[in-house]
């Protein structure tokens, strides 16, 4: 372990810079947290709502149908999004039904 030396002036600088860091984070926390926390959806919530697959959600997601953000390996939809791809998919569902097959 390694022993740092500073002055209490400086300490005191950084201290004050962290603490109005905080404040101003905690500020816009406050503001903007509750936003859009309740409206982003996972893989398991779109493949349930949409009734397919997650290999065709991933299929939908390659081919850019469907907008998506991905955060620390997770991938997560805004319900808009997933609205507008709606008819896409029920058109998908009417063809592969009248051939015989499932998506």
């Known amino acids: 372990m ?3 030396n500073i002055e209490a002036q400086t300490f005191e600088a950084m ?3 962290v603490e109005n860091f905080t ?3 905690e500020h816009l926390c406050h503001q903007y947290g509750n936003r859009d926390s ?3 959806m996972d893989n ?4 349930f709502l949409l009734s397919i697959s997650p290999r065709t959600l991933q299929t939908l997601r390659d081919n850019g ?3 998506y953000t991905q955060i620390s390996h997770k991938t997560y939809y805004k319900p808009e999004d997933v609205q507008k791809i709606l008819p896409v998919v029920e058109e998908k569902w009417k063809q592969a039904k ?3 097959k499932q998506i």
Do not use: D, F, N, P
């Open 15 to 17: 201290l004050s810079t």
């Open 23 to 25: 404040k101003r984070m």
């Open 98 to 100: 009248y051939k015989g």
């Open 38 to 40: 309740i409206g982003w």
């Open 44 to 47: 398991q919530e779109v493949c």
């Open 2 to 4: 390694e022993i740092v």
């Open 65 to 67: 149908v469907l907008a």
